[in-house]
């Protein structure tokens, strides 16, 4: 294929995307993907405690990366906005994945069809974990160009701040990459992120260039401690309550509010 051409496919895609309801569409390249910070770091972080259901999921696992297959080029990531006045896109609900999960996972396979009979472009929708085949998924907008990572260790986009969540599919063809953006969201900014942490996740140097060989991590300082996070969220889960929501006040639902400090007092993209 042209190169011309395929920079008109991934302009088609994004649109799509778009269209489908997603807030931010990107793409990049699964050869520079699998060389982004996470994959060399992820394994070299001490294991998180976690609840008996997502244990297994959450462990370093020495296959990242094996069971993406040979034949995927490229990555689609999306983004879909969390704004601060719509909290309850980002609970769950009776262990359930939370609504504003759902809404990505069926734009994402809608998208998937789509490419697939319309371009003729192969497509596989990838789970939400990495060790059940999916992708770290901040690196992968960052190289796709949705945003860059934060101070609070969050991909940080201009239009929404941090408050998004997202979803991939890898493409079995070359498409060219859309990022990475030349964007430094933190630069001027007293991180105000790092101070609203119940958990004081933002305090110690974590990764260090000399030891862990990733000195792309400038934005963030490196001192985001995943354990001092994952005790919050772990808390957060004991502290569900039984509610009645508006969409269905005959029923009670068991909602779990992840703590979202560190995006929400980000400054960025607030409206
Ligand atoms: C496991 C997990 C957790 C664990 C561990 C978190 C961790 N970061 O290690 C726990 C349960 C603690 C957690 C907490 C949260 N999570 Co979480 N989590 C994940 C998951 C499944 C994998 C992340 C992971 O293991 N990363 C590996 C470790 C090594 O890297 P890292 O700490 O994330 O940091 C890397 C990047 O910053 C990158 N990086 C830094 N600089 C640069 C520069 C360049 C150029 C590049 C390419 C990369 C890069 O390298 C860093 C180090 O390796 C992802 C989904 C996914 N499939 O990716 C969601 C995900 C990262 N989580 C998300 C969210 C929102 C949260 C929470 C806010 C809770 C909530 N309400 O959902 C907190 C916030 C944590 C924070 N400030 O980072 C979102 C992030 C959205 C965003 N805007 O960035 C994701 C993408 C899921 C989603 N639904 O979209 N999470």
């Known amino acids: 294929m042209k190169e011309n ?13 778009l269209e489908l309801g997603a807030s931010q569409a990107g793409i990049c390249s699964m050869a520079d993907l699998i060389e982004a910070p996470s994959y060399k770091l ?43 006045s719509e909290p309850q896109l980002d609970w769950w609900l009776d262990d359930i994945n939370p609504p504003g999960n759902v809404a990505l996972i069926d734009i994402n396979r809608k998208l998937a069809a789509w490419i697939s009979e319309t371009l003729a ?15 770290f998924l901040k690196d992968a907008a960052v190289l796709a160009g949705l945003g ?6 969050l991909l940080v986009t201009p239009e929404h701040g941090p ?16 990022g990475p953006l030349d964007y430094q969201p933190c630069k001027n ?29 400038a934005e963030t ?16 889960i004991k502290a569900a309550a039984t509610e009645y929501l508006e969409s269905d006040p005959a029923k009670p639902v068991k909602v779990i509010k992840y703590c979202r400090g560190c995006e929400i007092t980000c400054p960025v993209g607030e409206v």
């Open 5 to 17: 051409l395929k920079k008109q496919i991934a302009s088609v895609i994004i649109n799509k995307a």
């Open 42 to 84: 992820a394994l070299l972080l001490p294991a998180l405690e976690m609840n008996d259901d997502e244990a297994e999921e959450n462990q370093p696992n020495p296959e990242f990366g094996v069971k993406l297959s040979p034949e995927a080029k490229s990555v689609l990531v999306i983004s879909y906005a969390h704004p601060e």
């Open 163 to 178: 408050r998004v969540r997202l979803r991939a599919m890898v493409l079995h063809e070359t498409i060219p990459s859309t």
């Open 189 to 217: 900014c007293s991180a105000p992120c790092m101070d609203v942490c119940p958990e004081m996740a933002f305090v110690e140097t974590i990764y260090r260039p000399e030891n862990d060989g990733v000195d792309t991590l």
């Open 221 to 236: 300082a490196g001192n985001y401690d995943r354990n001092r996070c994952n005790t919050c969220m772990l808390a957060n």
């Open 148 to 153: 860059s990572i934060g101070k609070n260790n």
């Open 121 to 135: 472009i192969e497509t596989k929708p990838l789970p939400y974990y990495v060790e059940k085949g999916g992708v």
